[in-house]
């Protein structure tokens, strides 16, 4: 079970690589309330299922996705061709772009705010992103099982007369079969 939350993909994009692929994967993958967002590239960051999807559940809930080019929808962000499907979907996701054609019908649902040339200041700047996949909501808090343990360290308190400065960082990596998994523990 892998659960990622809060996090930025910047990537160098590709139409031929996928952001993340999930190839016969199985366990349970989340990617919560991220921003996925192309560098250098005007492809979309996308998801990936393929090959045997049978034990595998992937949900990405609630991301926000950074897109240059027209004809961004839910379906080209997420792309489950496992076979058979795997468990899963994409759930409350968004797109975000500085181009308006990107994103033609945006938040069309906001009456009190229109077009702009500005993108940030127009309802056509971002947009939500049809929910794929059919997630029911106790796969939902399956998913959510993890970052729901979660509990976020403390520092004790600073003895009275002395300063304190603490600069905390976390940093994962994995590669080649292997990840590294940070946890703080009191």
């Known amino acids: 079970m892998l659960s990622i939350d809060a996090t930025r993909f910047s990537y160098a994009t590709s139409e031929t690589a996928p952001t993340v692929a999930a190839d016969s994967f199985r366990g349970v993958f989340t990617l ?13 960051c996308r998801f990936e299922l393929r090959g045997d999807g049978s034990r595998a559940s992937v949900l990405a809930l609630n991301n926000q996705f950074r897109v240059q080019k027209p004809g961004t929808t839910a379906d080209t962000v997420w792309q489950n061709m496992a076979q058979p499907r795997a468990r899963g979907g994409l759930i409350g996701s968004n797109i975000n772009t500085g181009n308006k054609d990107a994103s033609p019908r945006g938040f069309e649902f906001l009456g009190n705010v229109g077009d702009h040339p500005d993108p940030a ?17 106790a796969t939902i808090i399956r998913h959510l099982a993890l970052l729901r ?11 009275a007369g002395r300063n304190n400065l ?17 946890r703080a523990v009191r």
Do not use: N, Y
């Open 149 to 159: 343990l979660t509990r976020p360290w403390v520092p004790a308190a600073t003895p």
């Open 32 to 44: 919560a309330t991220c921003i996925l967002m192309p560098v250098q590239t005007q492809e979309t």
């Open 166 to 182: 603490s600069i905390h960082r976390v940093i994962t990596g994995g590669g080649r079969g292997a990840v590294v998994e940070v």
């Open 121 to 137: 200041k127009s309802k056509f700047g971002s947009g939500p992103l049809d929910d794929r996949g059919g997630v029911d909501d």
